[in-house]
């Protein structure tokens, strides 16, 4: 066997040397090298700490959704222990039958479960306030049970707090790209103007930043954003391309656009960023909307936030302190996408000619 460098395993004596070259391992018992040796490859392997295995990884998903959906470098990083083994000095030390025998010796540093198959390296982009998940996790009761009573939670006027923070320094800009507003082609005759306004108060359904009978205006980034934000229907969209007039006070709500842990660590929680199936009774938009109504209440006109169903871009939206939009925003043109291509619309058009 070739000569291997030499790693210290301060667990097996006092200050032994173990040389990858000697079988009998200095004497040492073979878990407590091998547990040595395997968190040694790992901390050579990856700079990140362990955000999960297989155990805990739909626990991390679900506490952090914003994570999973907003950043493709968590989703792109999990990795097959065997490819560890097989890439490291490890495999020069031990069989492929004994890695499997003692790997579940080894447990997962975020959940404490033996390791099976995967880990996913992954170091969150903020610091995650103390008992930010117990305070989550008992907001999202109190919006379940009593919604109103959303304030008299402490964490919530922590959050009212931190918002106030942070829109201080947001001013009024024009918006210099286009964004898109679109309805399912099954649901759309022909191609006019009023399909895309907001709805009347009256036919308002609550969503994720707004309460029924409160109308906003829902933009996506993309054509395809839309499209995945209407459940990529078979028939495909119709989407206006949307021009906003006037100078607004957006706030940005996306991961990494932020310098506040509190609300970075809101943005990637089930708290901003669950999705939700279809169905009236939405709990999961409870907290969103309060975030919304604190906007309101401190001038913001609107927010950009990171699409649930469309990793990587990206919604806006928009309030009206207005009974109606007229001046807002100006319709520039119409486009149908299936799913693959985008066609330009002609206004007036019937959709299913």
């Known amino acids: 066997m070739d000569d291997f460098d030499e790693i210290a395993t301060p ?117 995650v306030p103390e008992g930010f998940l117990e305070r989550a996790g008992e907001t999202e009761r109190i919006a379940d049970n009593s919604p109103f009573l959303m304030l008299k939670n402490d964490f919530a006027r922590e959050v009212f707090k931190q918002l106030e923070e942070i829109s201080a320094d947001v001013s009024a800009q024009r918006l210099v790209v286009a964004y898109f507003r679109a309805r399912r082609s099954a649901d759309v005759e022909s191609v006019l103007p009023d399909r895309f306004a907001p709805p009347p108060a009256a036919v308002t359904s609550e969503g994720r930043y707004n309460h029924a009978g409160h109308p906003v205006l829902y933009l996506g980034d993309s054509i395809e954003t839309c499209y995945h934000e209407l459940g990529r229907p078979p028939l495909g969209i119709i989407a206006a391309e949307v021009i906003v007039l006037q100078p607004m006070r957006v706030l940005d709500l996306r991961l990494a656009k932020l310098n506040n842990d509190i609300i970075e660590a809101l943005v990637a929680s089930s708290l901003l960023s669950s999705t939700v199936g279809e169905g009236l009774y939405h709990p999961a938009y409870t907290f969103s909307r309060f975030v919304a109504d604190c906007l309101r209440y401190l001038t913001i006109d609107g927010l950009k936030y990171g699409s649930v169903r469309s990793g990587g871009a990206h919604n806006l939206v928009l309030f009206s302190r207005r009974r109606d939009w007229t001046g807002l925003y100006r319709i520039e043109k119409y486009w149908t996408y299936d799913g693959s291509v985008a066609r330009e619309a002609v206004e007036g058009a019937n959709v299913h000619h």
């Open 11 to 127: 667990s097996c004596g006092d200050s032994k040397i173990i040389s990858f070259a000697d079988s009998h391992f200095a004497g040492c018992d073979r878990g407590e090298v091998f547990e040595e040796l395997f968190l040694h490859e790992l901390d050579s392997w990856f700079s990140a700490d362990i955000a999960c295995c297989d155990a805990c990884y739909d626990a991390f998903v679900s506490q952090w959704p914003g994570i999973y959906l907003q950043d493709i470098e968590f989703r792109e990083n999990g990795w097959p222990l065997t490819a560890i083994y097989a890439g490291s000095r490890l495999s020069e030390v031990f069989s492929e039958a004994e890695f499997e025998e003692l790997l579940p010796h080894i447990l997962c540093p975020a959940c404490g479960s033996p390791l099976q198959s995967n880990i996913w390296p992954y170091s969150l982009p903020f610091n």
